[in-house]
């Protein structure tokens, strides 16, 4: 299937207050070939906006639609200001614990 889109978690719950951890586990081997979980450095500090919904959750250009139009609302130059960090290499049993408004 194409790649999971960029998204938060944060608007997917219905909680009051919205802020939320999110905890994932890793239950195989993080791999690049697998598609491992990769954030956006400082997102979690971007507006609140929420832009596109669960009908484009999958989507063919890599998944980066939704968050480059997330980075351009916040001023950024997607190409040059946006930082990934990857969970490639997070060994099965692993956890990574973040910010649920992270993108």
């Known amino acids: ?4 889109t960029y998204h938060r978690d944060s ?5 009051t207050p919205s802020s939320v ?3 994932w586990v890793a ?6 070939e697998l598609g491992p979980l990769v954030y956006v450095k400082g ?3 971007w507006g609140e906006g929420r832009v596109g919904s669960a009908g484009t959750f999958f989507q063919r250009d890599g998944g980066v639609s939704l968050l480059r139009s997330a980075a ?3 001023g950024l130059n997607f190409d040059q200001d946006v930082e990934f960090v990857s969970m490639a290499g997070l060994e099965a049993g692993g956890i990574s614990i ?3 408004r992270c993108w």
């Open 21 to 23: 951890v999110t905890v």
């Open 98 to 100: 973040h910010d649920g």
């Open 27 to 32: 239950f195989d081997d993080m791999v690049e």
């Open 1 to 4: 299937s194409p790649p999971l």
């Open 11 to 15: 608007p997917y719950f219905m909680f």
């Open 72 to 74: 351009e609302r916040e």
């Open 43 to 45: 997102s979690n500090k």
